[in-house]
């Protein structure tokens, strides 16, 4: 399983920083023509990501295509167990894609509604963030 991280990044450690707002970039539709969408604010895991991507991949047996919206960027560092206070900041741990309320997670186009739909709920199952599903037709409407 390969594990998701960035190449290289600017800086090795990052502040953790608050998740205020709702997500003006990426909120909507852009490739396929069914999609995710976050409907809270949290960090999401690299393996929470895979996990969910591999679900969708099994789920659509590789027919349609699927695109990805969200990659962790942000390392998050952890001290290890029983150490003493001080001494700085510990070692990068793993890495995390802050996601707002709004945020397109997953899209996935060239299938039928059923077998999408069916796949976003697998992937939903394997994130920690509450998501609905959306359709482009749907968003047509408004």
């Known amino acids: 399983m390969a ?3 960035p190449s290289r990044t600017a800086w090795r450690k990052a502040k953790k920083g608050r998740i205020r707002g709702n997500a003006t970039a990426c909120n909507t539709l852009a490739f396929g023509d069914f999609g995710i969408q976050s409907l809270d604010r949290a960090r999401i895991r690299a393996n929470q990501i ?3 991507r591999i679900a969708i991949s099994r789920a659509l047996k590789r027919k349609g295509k699927m695109w990805m919206r969200i990659f962790p960027h942000t390392p998050v560092t ?3 167990a029983e150490v003493r206070m001080g001494s700085g900041k510990g070692g990068v741990e793993y890495y995390v894609a802050v996601v707002k309320p709004g945020t397109m997670l997953f899209e996935v186009g ?4 059923a077998a999408a739909r069916e796949a976003m709920r697998l992937a939903d199952t394997k994130l920690q963030v509450r ?3 959306v359709a482009r037709e749907e968003l047509e409407k408004y």
């Open 50 to 52: 895979e996990a969910a």
């Open 110 to 113: 060239g299938v039928p509604v």
């Open 3 to 5: 594990n998701l991280q």
């Open 131 to 133: 998501c609905r599903f």
């Open 78 to 80: 952890r001290k290890p």
